[in-house]
């Protein structure tokens, strides 16, 4: 039972010590869940084998926070508070693949609820972290459809802001544009910012910020809901973004590029984004997930566009070098590859139905591309120096831009429509409004401009650059004051046109009085000229028509005379004609008979012989002769060849056997052959010699029928010259009576021609005498005639002269009512166009009020947008601060949590020192208690001994109140922490032992006590063993109540501390309550101001009317 209460007295004494120092597991559970102390360590367990940092498998090292946060070579492997979205937790719960880890135990049920609980709490680092909030885009891709018409009305921006992120000295270029494809809106790229524009009015419908650099690409979804971006700075980043139209909310980006992105689109269901650049690689996104899919390396130069299909099934990239590719859009596999351009592809896009691809190269060509079989189905040169823009209207119409500065609309087919031209600088980007009536180009020099497509004019320039609100207000407050002063003047002034304009219109009706007395004027003028006019005109008739018959007499007389004149002129030269023709046809018999004369000589001449008879015979007997000669020349001549030529075969025959001679010489043996050989010699000498000789007989021979020759010759030479020449002298008469025979040819049709002449003048004759005798018939009855008909002329004339002075009088005084009416019409009309003027000008000056007042009304809605957008830039303002206000407001609710757990744990600690307090009192208590119990028992062991009086050394020790040193050590003086009570009961107790020991003694025996020694000695070693474990636990019991006692005296002093730590605590919460409340107060106020805010600028936003 002691031992019991002794064991029980460390337990609570432990619990004691260790309660103070020691959390609830219910405080735990309420603690933060951080990287550092609750996920750090499954990691290290589970996943730092293959993701540290000497082996980080797929990129992904898990042994720190921040490279946790990093992710790997797949992206963010964590999405603050969004656990199902992060793939640690996913992996790790095996609810996607690939699992994790791959061989080892999944992590438990608890682990996975502490990794869970960590990401959703906003991936806290330590205790004292914030937490993250989730950037993931609050878009539900799942509802978004690829069809492209709108159910309702299309997106329009509503309420966005309409500062500008940036404002320049001067517009950058503009190399992007894109139009909504069912509502007015234009979109700019500009610097670090996108300009929405109402395509219509032209106003500044919002602006959204893009801080990652500057945009390269833009297009609208198919439903015109969301505006897609592609850029960054060239060199270091890049991306694709898009906004909600609507709200101007950003809801995707993708990409983490090194370089500026030039081509990128994304999917109509906004769960895909396609981007390239100066990497030549096309990058495939998923937006839901927010990483990369794949990584395509196929162009050969830099991306520079690329563009979904309207339904997203497809994608078309192109590149700096003219490569373009059809992608499929599921699995990024190749679908087509479009060879045709030889440069640069520029830009892309698709028509409506997504079945047709326009591209545009720098090449200057566009080329369209059906789908169906990935074929070029037109190709036509659009700009020189190359094509930079190309665009689809919803009609089917395509608007095409280039280094030519032009604008050019096109047919569905290709076939031109017009030219525009668009700038003084190459045009970059081109758009088309929904209703495919306009057009909107950026240039080079940053300027837009708005272009009705159907008459090739400019509508409006659109400000790429707008200023501030402050400074748009600032000018609209401006004009509405310079508009507001001009508009009395405009109005003074109508009055005074007014006037004035009454003061003509009295002047115009005192010149229509002055106009109609002169009219009438005229008008009696008028009648006189008509008068006298018509005297004159009858007069005239007559006179003409009696001046027509005397004309038409003097003209018949004329005739008569000139037709006599004439017929005595062609009878003097018909006379003369005859005359002549006779002499001519006796000339003409003259010539003949000298030309029958001329022939008969010619005839006799030409019949003469060559040669005289004698000299003919003569000359035939020399000729025969000469031909004789020369047969015989030619004979001879052919001998002495043919002997010429028998010696000279002869020669060489004999040469032979001559050298056959001498070779049988040498040979003593060939006698025979010698003598042949000799014999031949001989022969051929002999021939030889009879040829010499007849060859010199045929010689002399030849020379002697030479000589008969040359003197043959020589006789016939004279006769034969004269022979020629007699026959030469024949041919002459002979070609000379040919002449003569055709001259006198010639002379015979002319004598014929004269007779021929001579009976036709004669005949001719005779018919002018006829004539010329009937007109001398005609000749006086025509005088007779013509000098009537002159002699009524003139008197006619006469009349006709006075009829002409009176009608020279009625025109005088008409001319003069006609220059007095031309005087005063004159007056009328200036008097006329004075009112004219003054009416033109009274309503110029109205329609300078009405354009006053139409721009004054506009400066004034202009002033309520701005005032209405400088309140909302102000909500929006203030709405970010507000999100500050609440996120102090957490950090202080968090603080003020932390400081009721700092007061509750103080409060706990100070409670627990106290009872730590109680409970050490008790142990001391107790714990003396056991000790002074303990000493009681050892000592009536050690009366049973003394009782027994077994040793007289006993009795002395007893009388002398002597203990064993085993009694004594367990009797000793109580440690300092022992009560005075304890002190004297033990005191007491020593005294009580001596004196019942001496009493004892007193009546044993030595023998008695000598035998109670031995059975004591018996027991010795029992009392022994009983001393030693009743010191042991004594011992103990003593260190208890030591640390006891020491607790018990330090204890207060640890209260004081922790009652003061415990106030502290409650001050400190007591200070955060109040800021807290503070805070909210501030909060619930700012939450009312931007309430405020937005009803005032939603009563200040204006309405365009109309």
């Not at 500044?204 to 297009?219: A, C, D, M, R, W």
């Not at 495939?284 to 395509?296: F, H, K």
């Not at 010149?511 to 007395?517: G, I, N, Q, Y």
């Not at 005397?550 to 004439?566: H, M, N, V």
Request: aromatic share 4%.
């Amino acid at each position: 039972m002691k031992l019991k209460s002794t064991s029980l007295l460390l337990t609570a004494l432990s619990v004691v010590l260790l309660g103070f120092q020691t959390l609830s597991a219910a405080d735990k559970a309420a603690a933060k869940v951080t990287y550092e102390d609750d996920v750090f360590p499954i990691l290290d367990s589970k996943c730092l084998s293959c993701h540290n940092t000497d082996e980080a498998k797929g990129g992904l090292d898990l042994a720190s926070f921040g490279t946790t946060l990093a992710g790997g070579s797949g992206g963010a492997v964590v999405i603050s508070e969004d656990p199902k979205s992060s793939r640690l937790y996913t992996l790790a719960s095996h609810s996607e693949e690939p699992i994790m880890p791959p061989k080892g135990t999944k992590a438990t049920e608890d682990e996975l609820k502490v990794i869970a609980a960590w990401i959703a709490g906003g991936l806290l680092e330590t205790k004292n972290s914030k937490a993250k909030k989730s950037d993931k885009p609050k878009v539900d891709f799942d509802s978004i459809t690829a069809t492209g018409k709108p159910e309702g009305p299309p997106a329009m921006p509503e309420h966005l802001l309409l500062e500008p992120a940036v404002v320049t000295e001067r517009p950058n270029s503009i190399p992007a544009l894109a139009h909504s494809p069912w509502a007015p809106i234009l979109a700019v790229a500009g610097q670090k910012q996108i300009l929405l524009y109402h395509s219509s009015d032209y106003d500044l419908l919002g602006v959204l910020p893009y801080p990652e650099g500057f945009p390269q690409t833009l297009s609208f979804s198919p439903n015109g809901a969301y505006l897609f971006c592609g850029g960054g700075r060239a060199g270091k980043s890049g991306n694709v973004v898009a906004w909600d139209i609507k709200t101007g909310e950003r809801i995707i980006e993708a990409g983490k590029e090194y370089d500026i992105v030039l081509g990128g689109d994304i999917s109509p269901d906004l769960k895909n984004a396609i981007m390239g650049g100066p990497g030549r690689l096309i990058k495939l996104w998923d937006t839901v997930a927010g990483e990369q899919i794949s990584s395509t390396k196929k162009h050969t130069d830099w991306v520079l566009s690329a563009a979904y299909s309207p339904d997203g099934v497809i994608y078309a990239t192109g590149d700096r070098n003219g490569g373009l590719y059809v992608w499929e859009a599921a699995t990024g596999y190749e679908f087509y590859t479009l060879k045709g351009h030889t440069l640069a592809v520029t830009d892309l896009d698709w028509r409506a139905d997504g079945n047709v691809l326009a591209s545009a190269s720098e090449d200057g060509s566009v080329m369209l591309w059906e789908m169906r079989g990935g074929t070029q189905i037109k190709k036509f040169d659009a700009h020189r120096g190359g094509v930079l823009g190309v665009d689809f209207a919803p009609d089917g119409t395509i608007a095409t831009v280039g280094r030519d500065k032009n604008l050019k609309i096109w047919k569905g087919d290709g076939s031109a429509i017009r030219t525009i031209a668009a700038s003084n600088d190459i045009v970059l980007s081109v758009a088309m409004s929904e209703d495919s009536k306009r057009a909107f180009t950026g240039d080079l020099l940053g300027n837009i401009k708005a272009w009705d497509v159907t008459k090739g004019t400019e509508l409006a320039l659109i400000d790429a650059n707008p200023p501030p609100i402050e400074q748009q207000l600032a000018y609209s407050e401006k004009r509405i004051g310079e508009l507001t002063g001009q508009l009395p003047k405009l109005e003074e002034g109508i009055k005074a046109v007014s006037a004035e304009l009454t003061a003509a219109r009295a002047q115009l009706a005192e010149a229509d009085k002055t106009l109609a007395a002169a009219t009438a004027s005229q008008k009696t003028a008028n009648a006189a000229v008509a008068k006298s006019d018509a005297a004159v005109k009858a007069l005239t008739a007559d006179v003409a028509k009696r001046k027509e018959a005397s004309t038409a007499k003097s003209a018949a007389l004329k005739a008569i005379q000139d037709a006599l004149a004439a017929a005595t002129t062609d009878q003097k030269s018909k006379q003369a004609a005859a005359s002549a023709a006779t002499a001519e046809l006796a000339a003409r018999e003259t010539a003949l008979k000298a030309a029958s004369a001329a022939i008969a000589a010619a005839k006799t001449a030409a019949a003469k012989p060559a040669l005289p008879p004698e000299q003919q015979k003569q000359h035939d007997a020399l000729a025969a002769a000469r031909n004789a000669a020369t047969k015989a020349r030619e004979a001879a001549d052919a001998v002495v060849l043919a002997k010429t030529k028998e010696q000279t075969t002869l020669a060489g025959q004999l040469e032979e056997a001559k050298k056959r001679l001498a070779a049988a010489a040498g040979d003593a043996t060939a006698e025979a052959n010698r003598d042949k050989a000799a014999a031949e010699v001989s022969q051929i000498e002999a021939k030889a010699k009879a040829v010499v000789a007849a060859l010199a007989a045929a010689t002399s021979d030849l020379k002697t029928k030479g000589t008969a020759l040359s003197k043959a010759e020589a006789a016939f030479a004279p006769l034969r010259q004269a022979a020629a020449a007699g026959a030469e002298t024949v041919k002459k008469a002979q070609a000379d009576l040919a002449a003569k025979t055709t001259a006198s040819q010639q002379a015979g049709k002319a004598r014929d021609n004269a007779k021929a002449a001579v009976a036709a003048t004669a005949a001719a004759l005779a018919a002018s005498n006829t004539k010329l005798a009937e007109h001398k018939g005609k000749l006086t009855p025509a005088q007779t005639e013509a000098s009537a008909a002159a002699t009524a002329l003139a008197d006619k004339q006469k009349e006709l002269a006075a009829a002409n002075s009176a009608l020279t009088a009625a025109r005088a005084e008409l001319k003069k009512a006609d220059d007095l009416l031309a005087a005063t019409t004159k007056k009328k009309e200036a008097a006329a166009a004075k009112v004219a003027a003054v009416v033109a000008k009274e309503a110029e000056t109205k329609q300078s009020i009405a354009a006053t007042k139409a721009e004054l009304e506009n400066s004034r809605f202009l002033q309520k947008k701005w005032q209405a957008a400088a309140i909302n830039l102000t909500a929006v303002r203030e709405t970010e601060n507000l999100n500050d206000m609440t996120g102090k407001l957490d950090d202080m609710m968090a603080e003020e949590t932390e400081a009721k757990k700092e007061v509750e744990e103080a409060t706990l600690a100070r409670t627990e020192a106290q009872s730590t307090l109680a409970t050490a009192k008790k142990a001391v208590e107790t714990g003396t208690l056991a000790l002074q119990e303990k000493s009681a028992s050892v000592l009536e062991r050690a009366l049973k001994l003394v009782a027994s009086r077994a040793v007289a050394e006993l009795r002395e020790e007893a009388i002398l109140g002597q203990a064993s040193p085993e009694i004594a050590a367990v009797s000793e003086t109580p440690p300092a922490a022992a009560t005075n009570a304890a002190a004297q009961a033990t005191s007491e107790r020593k005294a009580e032992i001596g004196v019942v020991a001496a009493e004892t003694l007193s009546y044993k025996t030595p023998e008695e006590i000598n035998a109670e020694v031995s059975s004591l000695k018996s027991r010795l070693d029992e009392l022994e063993q009983f001393l030693a474990n009743t010191y042991v636990e004594a011992t103990k019991t003593k260190s208890t109540v030591l640390a006891a006692d020491q607790v018990a005296r330090e204890t207060p002093q640890v209260i004081a501390e922790r009652t003061k730590i415990e106030e502290a605590a409650a001050r400190e919460l007591a200070e955060a309550e109040a800021e807290r409340k503070r805070q909210e107060q501030a909060l619930a106020d700012q939450k009312k101001h931007i309430e405020e805010l937005r009803a005032k600028y939603l009563a200040t936003l204006p309405k365009r009317e109309g």
